[in-house]
């Protein structure tokens, strides 16, 4: 099931490490991608976000 979330400003969604089964669409805005601090890129409308832990047990690195 789907559900809509709006993220405030800097709001976390996933956190290194941390195991989750979230699977994620941006559907407006962009969200920033850090590692240990560092923005690495960012992704925008249309990007899916965490397809691969939906599917395995596995922690985001």
Do not use: C, Y
Request: no cysteine.
């Amino acid at each position: 099931m789907w559900h809509l979330r709006t993220l405030a400003d800097r709001e976390v969604l996933f956190e290194e490490g941390r195991s989750t089964h979230l699977l994620a669409r941006v559907k407006t805005g962009t969200i920033r991608l850090l590692r240990e601090g560092r923005e690495i890129g960012r992704v925008g409308p249309g990007a899916w976000l965490g397809e691969a832990s939906a599917f395995v047990d596995n922690s985001h690195h």
